[in-house]
């Protein structure tokens, strides 16, 4: 992993008043964290937005946890650990 390392991210930008549409979401770049303690980073090859996933976008109660506005969206996702500080996600 380099210093110059970018890690991308997706943002949901406001919720959606209906089906999701291209303007409810933002994109962002900071730079790659160095993991802490029991942390680890992983260099994604591939990401899902599975339409399951509108439910989170969504303020209701449901089965799992919401996404808010400015936070980053949650994906599923194959990647690989690029840098480890956790004895059970070894680098690789």
Same mark, same amino acid.
Do not use: C, K
């Given at each position: ?26 994109? +962002?770049?900071? !730079?790659?964290?160095? $993991?802490? =303690? &029991?942390?680890?980073?992983?260099? #994604?090859?591939?990401?899902? %937005?599975?339409? +399951?996933?509108? !439910?989170?976008?969504? $303020?209701? =109660? &449901?089965?799992?946890?919401?996404? #808010?506005?400015?936070?980053? %969206? ?19």
């Amino acid at each position: 992993m380099s210093a110059a390392a970018v890690n991308r991210q997706v943002v949901l930008a406001h919720r959606p008043g209906g089906a999701p549409t291209r303007d409810i979401f933002a994109f +962002a770049e900071h !730079a790659v964290p160095v $993991p802490g =303690d &029991n942390e680890y980073v992983v260099r #994604n090859y591939f990401i899902a %937005m599975d339409p +399951a996933l509108v !439910a989170r976008m969504r $303020p209701e =109660d &449901n089965y799992t946890e919401s996404v #808010n506005p400015g936070e980053v %969206m949650h994906a599923y996702g194959v990647g690989e650990v690029v840098a480890s500080n956790w004895e059970g996600a070894p680098v690789g």
